[in-house]
């Protein structure tokens, strides 16, 4: 039943009860007085029924809200990733073995270095290749162990 239709069912019965009582019939005022409990007893629920659904939209809503910030975090995530990634370069520095190189017009006081092509495209590591000291023509990836033959006087 809607809420207007149950409004309309009190009123009626408050009017039926008031009628009752003017008359001053006992089995008028008995049924009346029944038929207000009832009614009020509908309208109880009604409102009840109207309280959870809107608790369940409050709680859709918090939701829908956690989603969406989550989301745009993911979104400033892939933005500061899309940013870091567009200062490098992708370079065959290492005789077949590719990896990042960081461009001259972003170095912006950096060192020149090389990254591992292999982290920062798939673990967002920007993982910067370091020589092996005992091995002066080796080169290796702490992050993911990879080993590169070096041919450091490689350019562009």
Request: glycine content about 4%.
């Amino acid at each position: 039943m809607d809420l207007m239709g149950l409004f309309t069912g009190v009123t009626q019965g408050i009017s039926a009860y008031k009628t009752a009582v003017e008359t001053l019939d006992e089995a008028k005022v008995a049924a009346a007085t029944n038929e207000l409990q009832v009614q009020l007893t509908h309208l109880g629920a009604e409102v009840i029924a109207m309280q959870k659904e809107s608790l369940q939209a409050a709680e859709r809503e918090r939701a829908t809200l956690r989603a969406k910030n989550e989301l745009e975090d993911r979104v400033r995530e892939l933005e500061t990733r899309i940013s870091e990634r567009a200062r490098y370069e992708l370079v065959d520095a290492f005789m077949g073995a590719f990896v990042y190189r960081l461009k001259e017009a972003s170095a912006d006081g950096e060192p020149m270095h090389y990254v591992c092509q292999t982290c920062l495209d798939n673990k967002a590591v920007k993982s910067v290749i370091q020589r092996h000291a005992a091995a002066g023509s080796d080169a290796y990836c702490p992050t993911c162990k990879t080993t590169f033959h070096l041919n450091w006087f490689r350019q562009k």
